[in-house]
T-cell receptor, first 116, second 114 residues
Framework: AQSVTQLGSHVSVSEGALVLLRCNYS??????LFWYVQYPNQGLQLLLK??????LVKGINGFEAEFKKSETSFHLTKPSAHMSDAAEYFC??????????????FGRGTSLIVHP | DTEVTQTPKHLVMGMTNKKSLKCEQH?????MYWYKQKAKKPPELMFV???????INESVPSRFSPECPNSSLLNLHLHALQPEDSALYLC?????????????FGDGTRLSIL
């Protein structure tokens, strides 16, 4: 079954430093992958998605992710962290169940902490 | 701006009460979803509606009853809930239920069961 694993429940960076949030997927076929961000007391917001077009995907707020089939990874990066990036980040996959059924499945989440 | 609107934002109810959560979107999306999210956890899928038909029920207890009156509205009827049902309930929509479509989420209803 398709799933995603997020390594590290918390990532702490200094303002201006590189942000790297890790996501690995398990799938026998190229999956549909997404990164979402959730700020306190809000719903999830799409950052970017991979749907088998370009392997380097650019998203909102300066985030990007690279799909690496050889590593089954879809890590999220941002060159320079801002205080406003502090939030919970979820990697997600559309798990195919057959018969045209896709089940959205989320990783456990990574809390990004940004220090001044 | 949130394009998926959920009401109420907060709800406190007793275990014998009946209440409903409401979700509305005007983006012309044909797939709508209900999720349950506990603190510090990822969203857990409860139901999927596609073209106003219930397509997925992830073994949700019958005390949760979804309803899709039209393509813009999604309700979740609650009855005889348990304290462990206290959580954030998120509604989402997507253009189609085809797996490659991103979901648009509302800000949720925070539900507390006394």
């Amino acid at each position: 079954a398709q799933s995603v694993t997020q390594l590290g429940s918390h990532v702490s960076v200094s303002e201006g430093a590189l942000v790297l949030l890790r996501c690995n997927y398990s799938s026998s076929v190229p999956p549909y992958l997404f990164w979402y961000v959730q700020y306190p007391n809000q719903g999830l917001q799409l950052l970017l998605k991979y749907t088998s077009a370009a392997t380097l995907v650019k998203g909102i707020n300066g985030f990007e992710a690279e799909f690496k089939k050889s590593e089954t990874s879809f890590h999220l990066t941002k060159p320079s962290a801002h205080m406003s990036d502090a939030a919970e980040y979820f990697c997600a996959v559309s798990r195919y169940e057959g018969g045209g059924s896709y089940i959205p499945t989320f990783g456990r989440g990574t809390s990004l902490i940004v220090h001044p | 701006d949130t394009e998926v609107t959920q009401t109420p934002k907060h709800l406190v109810m007793g275990m014998t009460n009946k209440k409903s959560l409401k979700c509305e979107q005007h983006m012309g999306h044909r797939a709508m979803y209900w999720y349950k999210q506990k603190a510090k956890k990822p969203p857990e899928l409860m139901f999927v509606y596609s073209y106003e038909k219930l397509s997925i029920n992830e073994s949700v207890p019958s005390r949760f009853s979804p309803e899709c009156p039209n393509s813009s509205l999604l309700n979740l009827h609650l009855h005889a809930l348990q304290p462990e049902d206290s959580a954030l309930y998120l509604c989402a929509s997507s253009q189609e239920w085809t797996g490659n479509q991103p979901q648009h989420f509302g800000d949720g209803t925070r539900l507390s069961i006394l």
